[in-house]
């Protein structure tokens, strides 16, 4: 069985930094790459970022281009979301999401999903 577990969410201020974890176990069925998905208070869930199994590629939003980081660390069976420059936009409820089920990673259909860690960005 696949589980993937998120971590790092908190209170932060904006202008602040917040690093999340997602440690992931079990065998993924078919692609190997990962993403993190949001959802605000009174949204629907959106695309943040995205990488592949090998980490030689990564995608992101365009409202954190710039400020987040995706990256993975293969030994430890994790994928991390460097979070910079926070806004209280980014408040939201964050993902991890594995093995997506088509090829663009950007939309929000993949086969495995995290519990959610929650994100707080104050003024």
């Known amino acids: 069985q696949v589980q993937l577990v998120e971590s790092g969410g908190g209170l932060v201020q904006a202008g602040g930094s917040l690093r999340l974890s997602c440690t992931y176990s079990?065998?993924?069925?078919?692609?190997?790459?990962m993403g993190w998905f949001r959802r605000a208070p009174g949204k629907e869930r959106e695309f943040v970022a995205a990488i592949s199994w090998s980490g030689s590629s990564t995608y992101y939003a365009d409202s954190v281009k710039g400020r987040f980081t995706i990256s993975r660390d293969s030994a430890k069976n994790a994928v991390y979301l460097q979070m910079d420059s926070l806004k209280p936009e980014d408040t939201a409820d964050y993902y991890c999401a594995g093995d997506p089920k088509y090829p663009d990673y950007t939309l929000g259909e993949y086969d495995y999903w995290g519990q959610g860690t929650q994100v707080t960005v104050s003024s």
């Open positions: 079990g065998s993924f069925r078919s692609r190997g790459a």
